[in-house]
């Protein structure tokens, strides 16, 4: 048998005599299993970024250092943001989106954190146990 003849493992070498090629196959699943937030949990995502409550809220150099009238625009268009769809949420997680203030692309994502802020958190679902960061910047700062 051609696996004890090289010290393989008889399962390895059964898969690989009926392959085309050697090269490596993907590994992982075929189709990614969804991360959907369930209908609570997505209306906590969703109340910390309309309220900018339940969390902290981050800007970048970028963003701090627009025009009092800009940054309020942009607040206001993170705050209403509604336009997921499968392109650009495609976990249905809805916590990343960007806008255009004045030309300029921005990006706004929520990260979560165990309560020390030190790592991410083991159970993001919990806000108990997580600190939600909402983080806007404009897109030529990523």
Known sequence: MLAERHGDNPKSVSKWEHRETEADRKTGPKQPGSTVLTPEEEAEVVAFRRTFTGGRVMMTSGVNNLESEAKARLLTAVRTFDRFDKDNDPHGEHDFGSTDIDGTKFFWKI???????????VD??????????LTIMRADEY
């Open 124 to 133: 993001p679902a919990n806000a108990a146990a997580t600190m939600r960061v």
């Open 111 to 121: 990260d979560y954190y165990d309560l020390a802020m030190s790592r991410g958190s």
